[in-house]
T-cell receptor, first 114, second 112 residues
Framework: NAGVTQTPKFQVLKTGQSMTLQCAQDMNHEYMSWYRQDPGMGLRLIHYSVGAGITDQGEVPNGYNVSRSTTEDFPLRLLSAAPSQTSVYFC?????????????FGQGTRLTVV | SQQGEEDPQALSIQEGENATMNCSYKTSINNLQWYRQNSGRGLVHLILIRSNEREKHSGRLRVTLDTSKKSSSLLITASRAADTASYFCYIPLDTGRRALTFGSGTRLQVQP
């Protein structure tokens, strides 16, 4: 049981490049989310999914796309990287059990856009 | 969106002292949860307290909940240098939306 696995751990992109951050969970959780965390800040929600085939926007969705073709995977795509997207990205999965939802987080992807 | 707001933003104490941080929220809740984030790492779930509970303990952690004041406190007793981290509270949304949203957290520094 690996939990939530994010790849890569580190990435440097040039402005305008595109890339996909991978997130996989093996806990059969319905809910998955992507967050970004800037230095000294809390987590801001980018996109989330409440099940396979269902996604929705969070607080800061612009410049990012997601899809959820399977329960296990929830990739985050940067369409055309910008320096403002330099951040640490976290993926999380969660279950809902009678309304009590505990989240499990990946170890993060540190992205630098130059 | 419903989210907790932590206070203070930063806290520095000596090893062995107790650390208290607070979380305020605006609407009715089903439960409230506390998470810890070590530098550069993901968040780790610490403790959950339900709306019908007033106090809960887990090891050196003590959480209280006052639904009349819409606030919760996290107390870490006999703090250790390893407790240095950011602490976040989270309130699950009651609607169909299930994504977790967090405040800016309390940054705790425990000096050895």
């Amino acid at each position: 049981n690996a939990g939530v696995t994010q790849t890569p751990k580190f990435q440097v992109l040039k402005t305008g490049q595109s890339m996909t951050l991978q997130c996989a969970q093996d806990m059969n959780h319905e809910y998955m989310s992507w967050y970004r965390q800037d230095p000294g800040m809390g987590l801001r929600l980018i996109h989330y999914s409440v099940g396979a085939g269902i996604t929705d926007q969070g607080e800061v969705p612009n410049g990012y796309n997601v899809s959820r073709s399977t329960t296990e995977d929830f990739p985050l795509r940067l369409l055309s990287a910008a320096p403002s997207q330099t951040s640490v990205y976290f993926c999380a999965s969660s279950y809902s059990k009678g309304g009590n939802t505990e989240a499990f987080f990946g170890q993060g992807t540190r992205l630098t856009v130059v | 969106s419903q989210q907790g707001e932590e206070d203070p933003q930063a806290l520095s104490i000596q090893e062995g002292e107790n650390a208290t941080m607070n979380c305020s929220y605006k609407t009715s809740i089903n439960n409230l949860q506390w998470y810890r984030q070590n530098s550069g790492r993901g968040l780790v779930h610490l403790i959950l307290i339900r709306s019908n509970e007033r106090e809960k303990h887990s090891g050196r952690l003590r959480v209280t909940l006052d639904t009349s004041k819409k606030s919760s406190s996290l107390l870490i007793t006999a703090s250790r240098a390893a407790d240095t981290a950011s602490y976040f509270c989270y309130i699950p949304l009651d609607t169909g939306r299930r994504a977790l949203t967090f405040g800016s957290g309390t940054r705790l520094q425990v000096q050895p």
